[in-house]
């Protein structure tokens, strides 16, 4: 359809013509000619059928040949049809073929035809004319030059005048005149800097009319004009600030060199720091870095963080809006920042630029976090004692008195058992006998082992609580406490756990407390083994020996559920617990991480959902004077 669509003008024109060949017969018979004609009841295939029989068809006959001996065209009308018809030799070379076609549809192509070469004759005009622009030395010149061209661009050139005005000057195309107008077309619009300095009249020296078209020609050749005269402007004045920029050229080039030589004195001294300092615009544009990794261009928040956007409570924001210095303390990929920034005035007193200072707190956040952690364990410690003190006493008694009920209903049974023999409907404590003797015993059991575990937690708390009144005097080799520890827990953990060693040779024995460091170890592992749900579960215990900090160091390593951020920050905290239902009571790793602390060293957990994790012990250990090491 789309073919159709485009050639449709071409099917118009052949559907309006009959074609004769040299014997007179139809060569060729379009649709639209046949359906013009039908409705006077006309049928041209018959009249040529027929010899041309009747009236119309001599006529025609006589027509047709004329076309062919004079070779031109002539009009033609069916006496019942008021439809205008035209014959016309074909015009190909050597052809008898003799043409009928409305007239109308030749109308129009021809119409079209006349349009097209002034359309043509248009676009040479504006080509010309952009050629002359384009080639001469200024616009004067193009404007003499462009008269004869635009009269060429008009339907009537051979009676058509043009002059041209810019700047109280005339140009007219040769032969031309401004007498004896009879019409006149004109633009005012040649400008310079937006004030008319020109205008173009096209004249006709007879009483002919002007296309809407050569009115939009003209005005088209108007705006060119106006566009050249702006450009020449902008190229003198242009010029003209080159020799003025030249000038001052050489005092911005000794400029230049002086602030570069300032510049790379202020970046030797920022870079000595080692806080990230840079200076930004109000756009977040780095201005100036102290570091290679940041540069001097990008944006603030894209070269710290790898975002796409302003970081929210941006401080940057605040000092813009109140002039003043303000900071935001921030956490990316597990590291803590302080970010400070400090307004950089202009002469008006208003915020020009910002520098803003980022500095890693990540140790002072550690050292805050694990100072917090002490003082909350000494404090929970006192309270714990006193809990625990008041929890022993009264179940000392549950736990006493419970083995003298459970005795004493032993010795009653028989007894009972008689006095059910004479009433067998006998009830104690409101219960059937039967049921009482069936579930007594139970029930004195379950009040027993509730006082056991109770007795199992204040046991947990107490450890909790106390001071350590052992004195760290055992000589500590790492990776035979890591050994022993695994020979101790390996029954209670499951078979779908392997446990892998790796061990460093030469790691320093240091002073500390076996008893209690092996009960860290315990714990870390079968958390481990608890964390893991899947088959071929591993967890791996690494040892090593850090000589450049004097460290020993001992990870923990499962592939088990991990642990989410929420877990992560609480995991040390006492009573905090992920197994309650399990009978957890959340002291095993406080209790680990005091017992650390007392060995002077640290314990860190890094855990990723669905990955696992690993917590990581380092003591530190001192030298002697011999070259060993020995706990502090």
Do not use: W
């Not at 035209?86 to 119409?111: C, E, M, Q, R, W």
């Not at 199992?456 to 009144?469: P, Q, S």
Request: charged share 30%.
């Amino acid at each position: 359809m789309s073919h159709i669509t485009k050639y449709k003008l071409a099917f118009d024109l052949f559907g309006s013509v009959i074609a004769f060949n040299k014997d007179n017969n139809i060569a060729f018979a379009g649709e639209n000619i046949i359906k013009a004609l039908s409705p006077s009841g006309i049928n041209i295939e018959n009249i040529v059928g027929n010899n041309f029989s009747g009236d119309d068809g001599k006529n025609l006959l006589i027509i047709i040949n004329k076309v062919r001996q004079y070779q031109r065209s002539y009009l033609f009308k069916f006496k019942k049809s008021n439809q205008e018809l035209i014959l016309f030799p074909s015009g190909i070379h050597n052809s008898d073929y003799v043409l009928l076609s409305l007239k109308n549809a030749v109308d129009h192509l021809s119409t079209l035809e006349t349009n097209l070469k002034e359309r043509v004759k248009e676009l040479e005009c504006l080509y010309s004319i952009s050629y002359l622009l384009h080639t001469c030395k200024d616009v004067t010149e193009a404007l003499e030059k462009s008269t004869e061209h635009i009269r060429r661009g008009f339907q009537y050139p051979e009676v058509t005048s043009v002059v041209v005005e810019y700047n109280g000057i005339k140009y007219i195309n040769a032969g031309g005149s401004e007498k004896k107008v009879k019409n006149v077309l004109s633009d005012l619009n040649i400008l310079k800097h937006s004030e008319s300095k020109g205008e173009i009249r096209v004249i006709y020296h007879k009483k002919l009319p002007f296309l809407k078209e050569e009115v939009k020609l003209l005005k088209e050749i108007s705006e060119k004009f106006t566009r050249a005269i702006e450009k020449e402007e902008r190229t003198k004045l242009l010029e003209k600030q080159k020799k003025i920029l030249l000038s001052k050229n050489k005092k911005l080039l000794e400029l230049t060199d002086e602030c570069r030589q300032s510049r790379e004195k202020l970046q030797t001294f920022i870079r000595a720091i080692n806080d990230k300092i840079h200076v930004i615009d109000k756009e977040f544009n780095i201005v100036i870095s102290n570091k290679e990794e940041i540069g001097n261009s990008g944006k603030c928040y894209n070269k710290l963080f790898d975002y796409n956007q302003p970081c929210k409570d941006c401080p940057a924001l605040i000092t813009i809006k109140n002039n003043k210095q303000a900071s935001l303390e921030k956490e990316f990929q597990n590291k803590f920042y302080l970010l400070q920034t400090y307004p950089v005035f202009n002469e008006d007193g208003s915020v020009d630029r910002i520098m803003e200072v980022c500095r890693d707190v990540s140790k002072e956040k550690k050292m805050e976090s694990q100072l917090l952690e002490s003082h909350k364990l000494a404090s929970l410690g006192k309270l714990v004692a006193g809990v625990a003190h008041e929890i022993n006493n009264p179940n000392t008694f549950i736990l006493g008195n419970t083995r003298i009920i459970k005795e004493a209903l032993t010795d009653v049974m028989p007894i009972l058992e008689e006095q059910y023999a004479k009433n067998s409907g006998l009830k104690i404590a409101r219960l059937d006998y039967n049921l009482f003797k069936e579930n007594i015993l139970t029930l004195i059991d379950d009040i027993y082992n509730g006082a056991v575990k109770i007795k199992k937690i204040v046991d947990e708390l107490r450890n909790f609580a106390r001071k350590d009144e052992e004195v760290l005097s055992d000589n500590v080799n790492i990776n035979y406490l890591v050994e022993n520890t695994i020979r101790l827990v390996k029954k209670q953990i499951k078979e779908n756990v392997k446990i892998n060693l790796e061990l460093k040779h030469e790691i320093p024995p240091f002073m500390g407390s076996i008893s209690k460091l092996e009960q860290v170890m315990i714990n870390l592992v079968l958390n481990a083994a608890q964390a893991i749900g899947r088959e071929n579960g591993e967890i791996n215990v690494n040892t090593e020996f850090d000589p450049y900090n004097s460290q020993v160091i001992i990870a923990v390593t499962d592939n088990g559920k991990g642990m989410d951020e929420v877990t992560k920050r609480n995991i040390f905290d006492p009573f905090f617990t992920t197994k309650r239902s399990e009978g957890g009571i959340g002291l095993g790793l406080s209790i680990s991480y005091r017992i650390i602390k007392e060995h002077k060293g640290d314990i860190e957990v890094d855990s990723k959902l669905d990955k696992g994790t690993t917590f990581t012990i380092t003591i530190p250990v001192n030298q002697n004077e011999n070259g060993s090491y020995s706990r502090n």
